[in-house]
């Protein structure tokens, strides 16, 4: 239960209610986090800019790749709401369980190539409070195995939502 109480559909302002009718209608409930978010008109509708952006929008990230972000990201900061919601969102996108499971025990143990498990170890490593001290040379080794600008910016942008989301859930209680 969460530590703070959490609006319902119809306690929503109508704009934020429009917005998450069709989250609604599509799986008949609203999850605590959009919620909680709801709580504040403007949290929410610039959470959900993110979420569009980051993780809906086809972007140069394959959607394995955010997914990866997402549930390594919420397992490293303790998130299991978050968790077990990409798990599902992850099936969802076609990943088998197994492969799940092997991303939740740690990049090492996930099927990839070498550049890949780079990209991952960086953001898993740019999500922690010593982020600061991240080098150009780091960057500039994701950049020698091929991953561009872009691509560099989004993984991190995606983990710092995902630093964001986790503790929102974890402050709050959601999903306990």
């Not at 989250?23 to 569009?52: N, P, R, S, V």
């Not at 090492?108 to 150009?136: G, W």
Request: proline letters at 2%; a negative charge; glycine letters at 6%.
């Amino acid at each position: 239960m969460a530590h703070i109480k959490l609006p319902e559909f119809e306690e929503m302002t109508p704009a934020i209610q429009e917005k998450a009718r069709p989250i609604l209608e599509k799986t008949g409930q609203l999850g605590e986090i959009f919620k909680l978010l709801a709580i504040d008109e403007k949290i929410y509708f610039a959470t959900d800019e993110m979420i569009q952006k980051y993780l809906l929008d086809e972007t140069t990230l394959s959607y394995d790749i955010k997914e990866a972000i997402a549930l390594l990201i919420s397992k490293e900061n303790g998130c299991k709401m978050c968790v077990d919601i990409h798990k599902s969102i992850a099936k969802m996108l076609g990943l088998t369980e197994e492969h799940i499971e092997k991303i939740l025990q740690g990049v090492d143990a996930i099927d990839t190539d070498e550049k890949e498990k780079a990209l991952l170890n960086f953001c898993i490593r740019a999500a922690q409070k010593d982020n600061y001290k991240i080098q150009k040379e780091d960057i500039d080794t994701l950049k020698a195995m091929g991953w561009s600008d872009v691509q560099i910016i989004e993984a991190v942008a995606i983990t710092g939502y995902f630093n964001y989301i986790n503790t929102l859930s974890n402050v709050f209680g959601l999903g306990e």
